[in-house]
T-cell receptor, first 117, second 111 residues
Framework: EAGVAQSPRYKIIEKRQSVAFWCNPI?????LYWYQQILGQGPKLLIQ????????DSQLPKDRFSAERLKGVDSTLKIQPAKLEDSAVYLC???????????????FGEGSRLTVL | LAKTTQPISMDSYEGQEVNITCSHN???????ITWYQQFPSQGPRFIIQ???TKVTNEVASLFIPADRKSSTLSLPRVSLSDTAVYYC????????????FGPGTRLSVLP
């Protein structure tokens, strides 16, 4: 079974520039999450989708961050304009419906490391 | 969502058993307890999940007392490759649940 795919793995930009990250979840997983992980901290949830609808975006800085999940499959997270404090790893994760056959666990991609200079 | 509290860091030596305790005093009736492990430059990965008493798999054991206000992740005979950050999460396992990570416990296994 293919895992969660993310790209690019690394990105370096100047402040005030824009950047986009892409995520393709595990096939059939209805729920998709974007997390921001700053060095030395636990992942912080930015946005959660269920199919193509937003469930929770309360911690997404909407003045500069946007995310979409067209057709309920892959997703794009955009930052425009970037600030120095946006330097972090952006993790995408997906999960299926919890039930007897599985634990409803999160499956993470390898992440996209962003450096803002 | 139940708040969780874990030690920030722990040290151990190879071959020892490591126990990491997580406090979740306001755990709800429908909440499950799940532990994740994260290596540097990787996303977290699922280790074990439980609701009550004891759960064991090929990687770890999870001990949950009757009042469920805490849980202990037990790693038997750790090796250098177990050096990682371990996160305790509490959630009700509903469809589309919100997974909230705390700062985790940084385990360092020394030779």
């Amino acid at each position: 079974e293919a895992g969660v795919a993310q790209s690019p793995r690394y990105k370096i930009i100047e402040k005030r520039q824009s950047v986009a990250f892409w995520c393709n979840p595990i096939s059939g997983h209805a729920t998709l999450y974007w997390y921001q992980q700053i060095l030395g901290q636990g992942p912080k949830l930015l946005i959660q989708f269920q199919n193509n609808g937003v469930v929770d975006d309360s911690q997404l800085p909407k003045d500069r961050f946007s995310a979409e999940r067209l057709k309920g499959v892959d997703s794009t997270l955009k930052i425009q304009p970037a600030k120095l404090e946006d330097s972090a790893v952006y993790l995408c994760a997906s999960s299926s419906v919890p039930g007897q056959a599985n634990t409803g666990e999160l499956f993470f991609g390898e992440g996209s490391r962003l450096t803002v200079l | 969502l139940a708040k969780t509290t874990q030690p920030i860091s722990m040290d151990s030596y190879e071959g020892q058993e490591v126990n990491i305790t997580c406090s979740h005093n306001n755990i709800a009736t429908n909440d499950y307890i799940t532990w994740y492990q994260q290596f540097p430059s990787q996303g977290p990965r699922f280790i074990i999940q439980g609701y009550k008493t004891k759960v064991t798999n090929e990687v770890a054991s999870l001990f949950i007392p009757a009042d469920r206000k805490s849980s202990t992740l037990s790693l038997p005979r750790v090796s250098l490759s177990d050096t990682a950050v371990y996160y305790c999460l509490v959630g009700d396992m509903s469809y589309g649940q919100n997974f909230v990570f705390g700062p985790g416990t940084r385990l360092s296994v020394l030779p």
